[in-house]
């Protein structure tokens, strides 16, 4: 009963390292989402994966990069994080792009020092 | 283009009182409307959801929401607040054909329940 899972639940980098979120879901699901959470921002969307094979930019994905290793798996990657990517990460899944619930993961949570 | 905005990022209720929660949409198409949910340090839970059809949704833990497409509007509503509702709340759109577009959030709006 797994769900959407998130590694790691907490990091610590500093300004110019790289590193990769990792996330999984064992729903079948054929969309997976990148989210980051700010104060009084809620959530704004980085990219998106409507299937396996494509992803796609969201409102804020400048300093990211993603890859859909393969139906279960959608990884974000900070190839040289800045102190603005300071933020809560969620990653999400939906059996499909069109208007389906969301399923969340518990979130990493991300300081860029 | 696709936007949310909520009006207040917080509100105060007694519990018992009736909670409301203002969010107003903007959508060049028919839009798919969300009311999610997050309990502190977790991720977001459905609450209910608008696609077509009946325009008042009932949701979970007693919540319902209202699209009214000539205010842009699906606020959320409860009769009698619990402490339990306590958490933070996010209004979404979905836009594009038959909503396909990922969902864009609103600010969230931070519910306290006061005994």
Known sequence: ?113 | AQSVTQLGSHVSVSEGALVLLRCNYSSSVPPYLFWYVQYPNQGLQLLLKYTTGATLVKGINGFEAEFKKSETSFHLTKPSAHMSDAAEYFCAVSAGVAGRRALTFGSGTRLQVQP
């Open chain 1, 1 to 113: 009963n797994a769900g959407v899972t998130q590694t790691p639940k907490f990091q610590v980098l500093k300004t110019g390292q790289s590193m990769t979120l990792q996330c999984a879901q064992d729903m079948n699901h054929n969309s997976m989402y990148w989210y980051r959470q700010d104060p009084g921002m809620g959530l704004r969307l980085i990219y998106y994966s409507a299937s396996e094979g494509t992803t796609d930019k969201g409102e804020v994905p400048n300093g990211y990069n993603v890859s859909r290793l393969n139906k279960r798996e959608f990884s974000l990657r900070l190839e040289s994080a800045a102190p603005s990517q300071t933020s809560v990460y969620f990653c999400a899944s939906s059996r499909g792009l069109r208007a389906e619930k969301l399923f969340f993961g518990s979130g990493t949570q991300l300081s860029v020092l």
